[in-house]
């Protein structure tokens, strides 16, 4: 268990390109922190960075107040569960979970008590002695977090771990790993490009966005106060619905209705609403005419337009719903307001 | 896999001809040819011959000179392949870490692949040269009197050696492919299991490597026993003398120079059989095992 520190921690390649934006941010003792954002927002360079994959250009990396910048992979200890497994495909499943204790000169007795212990935990007992060719995916994740487990380290890194199952075993896997996490309390990091892993498993998220990091905070800030419009629109499924309004004194208007009032804005704005603060109401003064209803059978998605606008909205079960145009109301205080021109939170 | 069908019988068969008719005047005349004339005994004039069963086999069981250059050829093999393979898989793996320049690296240590065999030998005969060759030079200097096509080691020595440098590209092509065919992450989490760059390689690299190397192997030792006729026979100058050579260059010594053609067939029959087996395991080998995901 151990607290990670990254202090202005940043990525150039040989070619000049800067995958990682210098980026400071601290992980707490046992903390389960993911790293959310798109395909080439540099979180897997940080994970890579952390893990000792990828050099760091400049800045500090401290793991428990070592220094650790040019530390050897093996020596960082850490245990890393990466996207394809990385299984060793010529080893037995004990062998491969065993293999990082050898080279660390444990006792034999005590790997094989680890092994077993690890196999007993992740229901691997009657695979040890398989090759990685025959067993399923998903069992060949558990042999990969097996590796990982046992060798019992001060700092757990998943590189998208569950992005190659299929969306049933993700999602058992995923309440696994988390309750595994728990368990063991190991600080973690865990990157992933999807938000629902991210919201589900983090004790903090941290969004990132072309090599920069966009916000740090729990979940429910992240998606109840995203700090621009990037993260508003990458977190939540369907994204934040963001419209473009004007301010005059304090009072900001969108599709000539007063949707909130704040003292230190002016001029035009983007305001951002969630599908599901979105709310049917007879004395509403907003329409929404709904050209498409989605059925998810919990809820319903409504598609459509308030003036000129596209807006997503979010329904019960139980509201009946027909399209066409129907009044609407926001929940107060479940606006965000972004600036026009740079997207940051106002 | 779905089998697909001719409507005739005589298509695939028509469609195949060229081919066998290839191996048939090439390969299958020739042999049974030579395991017939094996069975003789010629006349040196070439005006007949007198059938004398297993003679030619016992004579060859027999002779001591056979004996040795069975004995050459062996070691000859193992010299040339284990350098061979050892040498590339080095090259390969240094080449494989190399990130800038890497393709002009790569490209130069392949370049030997497209020399011929007799032009590799030729070369040889240039840096051994007696009287200024750069490595007899480089061999005077450390005082010993190199002697091409005179001393028995000292040809033995140039024999291996270009038979040696000739191979080495080929194989390092294949260990080149092997290694970037082994995937990233395996090596990555090796690199997190293990501190140990040595033990990386030999726990992980070498294994995920063996098919390769079992494939090179066999490759290998085929071209030490049979391909390196053009080496041997520009290094001799085509007058082995008492200098080293390998089985297959004495079939042709043998034959062609002695004019002794049922000895000569029974020893390429032996070198038949040889193949044979050879192939036989390999087939084998690759069907059971050192076979991966």
Redesign the interface.
């Known amino acids: 268990m151990a607290q990670v520190h990254l202090n202005g921690l940043n990525k150039v390649y040989p070619n000049g390109f800067e995958a990682l934006k210098p980026s400071s941010f601290h992980i707490e003792d046992g903390e389960f922190v993911v790293l959310v954002g798109p395909s080439g927002c540099g979180k897997s360079t940080l994970l890579r960075m952390v893990?000792?994959?990828e050099e760091i250009t400049a800045g500090e990396l401290k793991i428990d107040d070592r220094l650790v910048n040019d530390t050897?992979?093996?020596?960082r200890d850490?245990?890393?569960v990466?996207?394809?497994?990385?299984?060793?495909?010529?080893m037995s499943v004990r062998k491969n979970i065993a293999?990082?204790l050898q080279?660390r000169k444990v006792g034999k007795a005590e790997i094989a008590q680890k092994v077993a212990e690890a196999a007993a935990m992740l229901n691997l007992g009657d695979y040890l002695d398989r090759?990685p060719?025959q067993l399923s995916g998903g069992q060949r994740q558990r042999v990969a977090m097996g590796?990982a487990i046992v060798r019992d380290p001060a700092l757990f890194l998943f590189d998208e771990p569950l992005s190659n199952l299929d969306a049933k075993l993700r999602n058992q896997m995923r309440i696994e790993i988390k309750a595994l996490q728990r368990r063991l309390g190991v600080t973690s990091i865990y990157v992933t490009h999807d938000q629902v892993e991210a919201m589900t498993m983090a004790d903090r998220i941290i969004v990132m966005n072309a090599g920069r990091i966009e916000q740090i905070g729990t979940p429910e800030d992240v998606y109840h106060r995203p700090a621009s419009t990037f993260v508003a629109s990458f977190m939540g499924a369907p994204p934040m619905n963001l419209l473009p309004a004007m301010a005059n004194k304090g009072v900001v208007e969108f599709a000539g209705t007063e949707v909130h009032r704040h003292e230190a804005v002016e001029g035009p704005l983007v305001f951002g609403v969630r599908p599901e603060d979105i709310i049917p109401d007879a004395l509403g003064e907003m329409l929404l005419h709904v050209d498409i209803v989605e059925e998810l059978g919990a809820h319903r998605l409504l598609h459509g337009k308030i003036g000129a606008e596209q807006v997503t909205m979010h329904v019960g079960k139980d509201t009946e719903i027909a399209s066409g145009p129907l009044p609407v109301s926001l929940k107060p205080d479940a606006v965000s307001l972004f600036d026009r021109a740079t997207g940051a939170r106002l | 896999m779905k089998r697909a069908g001719f409507a005739t019988r005589w298509l695939p068969i028509l469609l195949l001809l060229p081919q066998l008719i290839i191996i048939a005047v090439f390969f299958y005349w020739p042999a049974a040819h030579a395991v017939q004339s094996s069975f003789y005994l010629q006349d040196p004039f070439g005006f007949g011959s007198s059938f004398v069963g297993f003679d030619n086999y016992t004579d060859l069981l027999d002779n001591s000179e056979y004996r040795r250059i069975a004995w050459f050829t062996v070691v000859f093999t193992v010299l040339v392949t284990f350098f061979s393979l050892a040498l590339a898989l080095l090259l390969a793996v240094k080449a494989d870490k190399v990130i800038r320049g890497a393709k002009t690296y790569r490209t130069l240590l392949m370049w030997v692949y497209a020399v011929a065999p007799p032009v590799a030998g030729f070369i040889g005969l240039i840096m051994f040269n007696q009287s200024w060759g750069p490595l007899t030079r480089l061999f005077e200097q450390v005082g010993h009197d190199f002697t091409l096509g005179v001393n028995y080691n000292d040809t033995a020595f140039a024999m291996v050696l270009v038979s040696v440098w000739k191979q080495v590209p080929v194989n390092f092509i294949f260990f080149l492919s092997g290694l970037q065919s082994i995937?990233k992450?395996?090596r990555?989490?090796?690199?997190?299991?293990?501190?140990?760059a040595s033990?990386r390689f030999w726990?992980?690299t070498f294994?995920?490597l063996?098919p390769t190397g079992f494939f090179l192997l066999i490759i290998n030792i085929t071209y030490a026993l049979f391909e390196t006729f053009g080496v041997i026979d520009t290094l001799v100058k085509g007058e082995p003398g008492n200098n080293p050579m390998t089985l297959v260059y004495k079939v042709y010594v043998d034959g062609f120079r002695g004019n002794d053609l049922g000895g000569s067939s029974a020893q390429s029959v032996i070198l038949m059989i040889l193949v044979l087996a050879l192939t036989v395991f390999q087939f084998r080998m690759v069907e059971r095992r050192i076979h991966?995901?």
């Open positions: 893990a000792g994959l050897d992979p093996a020596d850490i245990a890393m990466f996207q394809n497994y990385a299984l060793y495909p010529h293999y990082g080279n090759k060719s590796r | 995937p992450s395996v990555e989490a090796a690199l997190i299991d293990n501190r140990s033990g726990d992980v294994p995920l063996a991966y995901t």
